[in-house]
């Protein structure tokens, strides 16, 4: 493909800073420093205009949390982003280069993308398990250490300059990329970067080293085929290339093994990935994510009981997660903790708090 080109002007046109102040305004409306800006947004979208125009955009000092991340409990440091100006730059950018980015990544790259979550990386894995099993007989699971933090801030440019010769676009990608060593987890831009600074990786593993089945979830990496040796050479050829061209390291914890099928019993392994364990001819939950809606469940049925009110965060866990039964094999697990919570009731929830939300937005606006 060929290189990008005048891109810049499109990036500052008053008409993204506006959608880009909006865009950046989701799910956060509430916020005090927020409603200020939209308050006047004619205005702050000038600013941003005004601030891209000149070149005096420097990115703010991240604020650091401490998030756990699902089921697993796992804590994470999040760097955190100022909404004015930081949040609204990001998205400045990326209105522009999002479909120019996705038309180059590859089709089963998944992760944190628009269209691209957890059920297109579902489909991908499935995609041989129920359908292609003769292809599927075994199966490896690599990831990355540490992707985001281990991204070489000079590797990460190169790779932009590759693709892109609009010297000013540039200046900007090169201001986000030189405010943290490695990619900040709390940036809207951050998937974006890792998804396109691995993107030669997934077409290394599909065009050159010619692997069935592949599948990646941000670090997370799947593949699958009918011959164990093959596999074994392409994770060989794929540490080479992780650590020589894009300066990072596999965890050494992956082995290849046999993908268990229906009547198998304990014998041989599961795909577990994205939430879902995968089988020939089948896919179950998680464990840890069954276990999550078994409690969530039973926590439900006892604040109904005593006459309790459901929260919006307790109604759209549980929603989301019926949502994920719905697309696997988990009849047992449906019929008796699913089925037994009044789902319209937590919709009602849920569709109550979207009125609130909506209203309290037009209310901003005027």
């Known amino acids: ?102 038309q180059r990544m590859y089709y089963w790259s998944c992760g944190s993308l628009p269209g691209r979550g957890i059920r297109r990386a579902k489909q991908g894995v499935e995609r041989a398990t129920l359908h292609d099993q003769r292809k599927a007989k075994y199966a490896a699971k690599l990831d990355i250490k540490k992707c985001y933090a281990s991204i070489p801030n000079d590797r990460l440019k190169a790779a932009f300059r590759r693709i892109i010769k609009d010297a000013d676009a540039l200046w900007i990608i090169d ?19 890792a998804n396109l600074y691995l993107t030669p990786l997934d077409w290394y593993i599909k065009q050159e080293l010619g692997v ?40 050494d914890n992956w082995n290849v093994f046999r993908v268990r099928r229906e009547g198998d019993g304990n014998k041989n392994r599961p795909i577990d990935f994205v939430s879902y364990c995968f089988c020939l001819g089948y896919t179950t939950l998680r464990k840890r994510n069954a276990l999550a809606i078994m409690r969530q ?30 697309h696997c094999n988990a009849d047992g697990l449906k019929r008796k903790y699913i089925d037994v919570v009044p ?24």
């Open 1 to 102: 493909m060929k290189r990008l080109g005048n891109i810049y002007a499109q990036i500052i046109s008053r008409e993204n800073c506006k959608a880009a102040i909006q865009n950046a305004a989701h799910d956060k409306r509430g916020r005090p420093e927020v409603q200020k800006v939209l308050n006047r947004l004619d205005a702050y979208a000038d600013a941003l205009h005004a601030m891209l125009v000149g070149k005096t955009y420097k990115p703010s000092i991240y604020r650091t949390i401490k998030v756990r991340d699902g089921p697993s409990k796992k804590e994470r440091a999040v760097q955190v982003p100022r909404y004015w100006p930081d949040q609204c730059v990001h998205h400045a950018l990326m209105n522009v280069l999002e479909q120019p980015f996705l």
């Open 212 to 251: 069935e089945h592949y599948v990646r979830y941000m670090d997370d990496m799947v593949l699958m085929g009918p011959n164990k040796r093959k596999l074994h050479k392409a994770i060989r050829a794929i540490q080479t290339y992780t650590r020589e061209k894009l300066g990072l390291e596999l965890h």
């Open 175 to 193: 201001a986000i990329i030189d405010s943290c060593e490695g990619l900040p987890i709390g940036n809207y831009t951050s998937a974006w970067f």
């Open 343 to 366: 789902m319209k009731l937590l919709k009602g929830v849920i569709r109550n708090e979207s009125k609130r939300k909506h209203g309290a937005d037009e209310r901003i606006q005027h």
């Open 297 to 326: 469940s039973r926590r439900i049925q006892k604040v109904l009981e005593r006459g309790g009110r459901i929260t919006y965060k307790t109604a759209a866990g549980f929603t989301s997660r019926a949502g994920q039964v719905k």
